[in-house]
């Protein structure tokens, strides 16, 4: 009798996925919320690049305030929370929207740069538990020559 549970192998394979079924699942859930944070990235590299470029072609008609509606509105098309930046850039850590350079001569640079803080959905608690922070703050600057 003994020997007959020693070599039974029912359950084996329960035992084992169950171990391994939270990893699997942290790694799929981590990919689905880089994938995101990925998309939110490059959303917010569009917005800048728009700014930018309302700010060279305008001139000097082309205030902070109008390049601020420009992002606001492209960060709220996709999805993102345009209550998130702030309106000046002095401040280095957190949020910002900052522009610079508009209105200058031909040939000089303006620079649109902003700071968004992104919340992770999925490894947000593991995030908080590990690091303290349950964001991480995506940085896009882009820059064009006045014309």
Request: proline share 5%; net charge positive; aromatic share 6%.
């Amino acid at each position: 009798m003994r020997g007959r549970f020693l070599s039974d192998e029912n359950g084996q394979a329960m035992v084992e996925f169950a171990l391994v079924l939270p990893i699997l699942l942290m790694v799929l859930l981590g990919i689905v919320d880089f994938g995101r944070a990925w998309n939110a990235r490059q959303v917010i590299t569009n917005a800048a690049r728009e700014g930018a470029r309302t700010t060279v072609v305008s001139g000097s008609k082309a205030g902070p305030d109008s390049v601020k509606v420009l992002v606001n509105y492209a960060l709220s098309s996709a999805g993102l929370q345009p209550t998130a930046l702030g309106s000046t850039c002095t401040t280095a850590a957190g949020p910002m929207l900052c522009v610079s350079g508009n209105g200058g001569s031909p040939g000089t640079s303006a620079t649109v740069q902003i700071a968004y803080p992104y919340r992770l959905q999925f490894l947000a608690p593991l995030m908080k538990w590990t690091t303290g922070q349950s964001s991480i703050t995506l940085r896009t600057s882009f820059v064009m020559r006045n014309e």
